[in-house]
């Protein structure tokens, strides 16, 4: 079976624009999970989408945001870039059979975004 | 809440001496345990996993987890230190609570010297 896939892998953006990342989860997988690497806050929770369901939230603004399609994959948005967005974002994704719940997490290879 | 603490941020070892990375986590549920390892540029990958069948866990590449209980500890360790080791290693807790949703601990810097 194919990874978890994240594109694009590299992004360069300046203040103030927003940035559109995308995640293609492991065939069969349901639950995808976004989080947000820093030098700093190390490994943070974004959210989480089940069943293109927000079912867990972390916390970070409004400015962060995602979604996920009926194909399981998923998208997370963040408007109005701050310097302090620059970050490596991870996607994970998880089987969670039908009742939902999350097992083990496989990461994908993650977008370095860079804000200037 | 839930929390994990990597005791260490740095360790070094020798090749081929053993390796031991500290893990102590706090649950108020029956938690499901993770080492992960991130080598540099790269994405999470998956050492082992504990989720209560057996105290003891065996991984990839060597690696093997005790769960204490009553430590409330998942040290990390290897016994034979190999130079392609060298990585940032993550104790990461999640709880039937909050399903979807990893704690990360810090992490620690394994370093591998010749």
């Known amino acids: 079976k194919a990874g978890v896939t994240q594109t694009p892998r590299y992004l360069i953006k300046t203040r103030g624009q927003q940035v559109t990342l995308s995640c293609s989860p492991i065939?069969?997988?349901?639950?995808v999970s976004w989080y947000q690497q820093t030098p700093g806050q190390g490994l943070q929770f974004l959210f989480e989408y089940f069943s293109e369901t927000q079912r867990n939230k972390g916390n970070f603004p409004g400015r962060f945001s995602g979604r996920q399609f009926s194909n399981s994959r998923s998208e997370m948005n963040v408007s109005t870039l701050e310097l302090g967005d620059s970050a490596l974002y991870l996607c994970?994704?998880?089987?969670?059979?039908?009742?939902?719940?999350?097992?083990?997490?496989?990461f994908g290879p993650g977008t370095r975004l860079t804000v200037l | 809440a839930q929390s994990v603490t990597q005791l260490d941020s740095h360790v070094s070892v020798s090749e081929g001496t053993p390796v031991l990375l500290r893990c102590n986590y706090s649950?108020?549920?029956?938690?499901?345990l993770f080492w992960y390892v991130q080598h540099p540029n790269k994405g999470l990958q998956l050492l082992l996993k504990?989720?209560?069948?057996?105290?003891l866990v065996k991984g990839i590449n060597g690696f093997e987890a005790e769960f204490k209980k009553s430590e409330t500890s998942f040290h990390l360790t290897k016994p034979s230190a190999h130079m392609s080791d060298a990585a940032e290693y993550f104790c990461?807790?999640?709880?039937?609570?909050?399903?979807?949703?990893?704690?990360f601990g810090q992490g620690t810097t394994l370093q591998v010297k010749p």
């Open positions: 504990y989720t209560s069948a057996a105290t």
């Open positions: 994970a994704s998880s089987y969670s059979g039908t009742s939902g719940v999350t097992d083990t997490q496989y």
């Open positions: 990461v807790v999640i709880t039937s609570s909050n399903t979807g949703k990893l704690i």
């Open positions: 065939s069969g997988h349901r639950s």
């Open positions: 649950s108020s549920y029956s938690p499901s």
